[in-house]
């Protein structure tokens, strides 16, 4: 499995963004998408995650009520939906692939990886 992170850019607080996360090779029904992201000088952090079968979802308390997973299986795309961006935000953001348990935040637990997308938000 390849994945292709896209959509990242530049915005001002309050803003919204949607980055797209396009998977290709098979993805089985037990496979996990994530969302991680990366400031610079800090560790990876998980951000959201999905499972391509249900779509059942978790989120980071931080971005809680703010950010949106979803996926669209006939694209084979996941995407983040991203509202009411804090500076905070700003992170280098990265889609991940595994499978087992989708309440896992470790990022050595995916097997696949995107490159990043620069996400920078403007205070």
């Known amino acids: 499995v390849q994945l292709q992170a896209s959509g990242g850019g530049l915005v001002q607080a309050g803003d919204s963004l949607r980055l797209s996360c396009a998977a290709s090779?098979?993805?089985?029904?037990?496979?996990?998408l994530r969302w991680f992201r990366q400031a610079p000088g800090k560790e990876r952090e998980f951000v959201a995650a999905?499972?391509?079968?249900?779509?059942?979802?978790y989120y980071a308390d931080s971005v809680r009520g703010r950010f949106t997973i979803s996926r669209d299986n006939a694209k084979d795309t996941v995407y983040l939906q991203m509202n009411s961006l804090k500076p905070e935000d700003t992170a280098v953001y990265y889609c991940a692939g595994s499978y087992g348990n989708i309440r896992s935040v470790r990022a050595d637990d995916n097997t696949y990886w995107g490159q990043g997308t620069q996400v920078t938000v403007s205070s």
């Open positions: 090779g098979r993805m089985f029904t037990s496979s996990i």
């Open positions: 999905i499972r391509w079968s249900g779509g059942y979802t």
